[in-house]
Nanobody, 125 residues
Framework: VQLQASGGGLVQAGDSLRLSCAAS????????VGWFRQAPGKEREFVAA????????SYVDSVKGRFTISRDFAKNTVFLQMRSLKPEDTAVYYC???????????????????WGQGTQVTVSS
């Protein structure tokens, strides 16, 4: 499966963005999907994940209540709705996928087999 992340941009603190992770070439509905981000000079960190049927989600504490992960099976796309953005959210955001059973989600980058190319999110203060 190929993953294409998009939707990043330059916004001001407090604004919203919606990132998309579009899949092609595989059975995306069989994949758990995660979003990660990497700021300059830092390790790639987990942001959010969703199970293959969308029944379970998980978030890093710093984005809880502000970010929402969801998936649209008809569009083979996973979204990351980001609200109340902060300058510390600035990073390149990556989506990742792994074929797995329903109900399972992963928060470690080593657990994912497929990665998108990343989309830049910059939040100015």
């Amino acid at each position: 499966v190929q993953l294409q992340a998009s939707g990043g941009g330059l916004v001001q603190a407090g604004d919203s963005l919606r990132l998309s992770c579009a899949a092609s070439g595989g059975t995306f509905s069989a994949y758990a999907v995660g979003w990660f981000r990497q700021a300059p000079g830092k390790e790639r960190e987990f942001v959010a994940a969703i199970s293959r049927r969308g029944t379970r989600t998980s978030y890093v504490d710093s984005v809880k209540g502000r970010f929402t992960i969801s998936r649209d099976f008809a569009k083979n796309t996973v979204f990351l709705q980001m609200r109340s953005l902060k300058p510390e959210d600035t990073a390149v955001y990556y989506c990742a996928g792994r074929d797995t059973i329903d109900g399972v989600i992963f928060d470690q980058k080593a657990h994912y087999d497929y990665w998108g190319q990343g989309t830049q999110v910059t939040v100015s203060s």
